[in-house]
């Protein structure tokens, strides 16, 4: 990364500093120069050059970022051919996928590299969208490497996601189904939403099936056409690139795969796609931490702290080209600070606990509050109708359907009783979730009163 940024300086100033010595290029980067037709970014390091950068001209200070970029897309675009070589022997089924992934992973290498390039296209990503609107690089000509860098990095997020639920191991299937259920809770195009991205009312095999035709279909079309924009005005003005930016991404998602192997878990069985215990991936922490943010704001709110947040930043990203140039860089540093100090505090506050990156990510049983089998209270059938009533009246039949039986962006509520009898699991569940169950992603309703709270229990607890 040093030598580029000192090739960088070095270009910018080379009116004053052109004697300085060029000696350092080894004879397999002048090999590889020669085959991509790069230059190299290995340069003696010298802080005069460093300071410079901040003076030099936005054509040459972005070369950096160019070649981040083509390094990124460098990388993608390996992981897309392991990808489609990978995907000759996946099979979309719920009985088949497990069992074929199982296969890739025991055979090693290519599926590694698939899932640490994923995961490090979206680092890389987010760094270059970090710096890149940091030094103000949509303002130059490097305008379409930093849209393309920005739009690597959302296409990167969408190809986690969806490809999460590929293998489907438990947290991937049990982490879809929370996706689905956080976009059922946006008003009026909620419901939609959620079936849409479920290709039915429920988690299921054809989910499975439409995400990995996202992931293997609609995904790789707009990168083919991001790699366009980005390629077309390098080749077309002849930009040269430093190879150590383009080779890195790449060289570090190998050294990766050779020494982590990647995770995964236990077959999901049907009771996972409506269990909702998985713990978050790492790159849905910021959202997860703003939607309890919001929901401790008001229940029911999170919605707009998973969407309509994250919707503004992508807003946000791709506007700045358009921002008029007389306005400086400051008001977008002012943004960008904001919104990630925003994700940051949101995710470090209230996501809490994150699934492992190695290793299984199963979940974890659910917390159980352990049902006390003797003397439990009768149940009051008058208390029984009026948590009837207050289940349709103060929200919880949003997510949990018609008399919190259907289920939605929560699990039917019909078989509860069966686990639990005690009212005090239900009140202090409604109260406050995460007590009972740490990585829940229900809302709270802190603000019910002991009445309500004790008529919901009775109805909860009252078999159905
Ligand atoms: C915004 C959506 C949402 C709302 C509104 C909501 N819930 Fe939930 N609820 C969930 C989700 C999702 C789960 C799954 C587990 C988790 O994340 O806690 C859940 C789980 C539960 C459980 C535990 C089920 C189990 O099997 O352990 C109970 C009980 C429950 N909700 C009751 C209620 C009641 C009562 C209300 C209304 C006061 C309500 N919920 C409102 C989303 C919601």
Redesign the pocket.
Known sequence: MLSSVTLDARVSSSGRNSTAPKDCTTAAETALQGELGLSTGLYPTNNLYMNDLDRVDQTHRGRLLVSCACGLALLMTLESIVGSILAASYFPTAAGAHASVARMHEAGILQSFHYWASALSIVVGFCLLVVGTWLGWYKSSNRGPYVASAAMFFLAMAFQVTGNVLPFDRHGVQTAA?ES?IA??MPIVGRATSKLMLAGDQFGESTLQLWYKAHSLLLPTLFVLVVILLAYPLVRNRRTLSAVGVALPTVVGLVLALLVRSPFGTAATPADYT???ARVSWYTWPMHGLLHMF?SLR??L?WIGAGIIPGLFVVFVFSLPLWPRKVGVAPSRIGLGAFLALFFVAGAVFAGSSASLIGTRDPAE?V?VVQSSTGQAKIDPALVSRGKQ??NS???????GAD?LQG????S?K??WK??SDAQ??EG??RK??S??P?????A?AD?KQQDLQA??E??RSPK
């Open positions: 929370i259920g059922a809770r269990d909702f215990s929901d229940p029911g999170g659910p159980r207050l289940i103060v929200g919880c039949s949003d997510c949990h919190g939605g962006a929560g699990p509520l078989e509860v686990q639990h699991f239900y569940y409604i979730p995460t009972v169950s990585d829940s992603t229900m809302p309703f019910l919901l229990a109805y909860l």
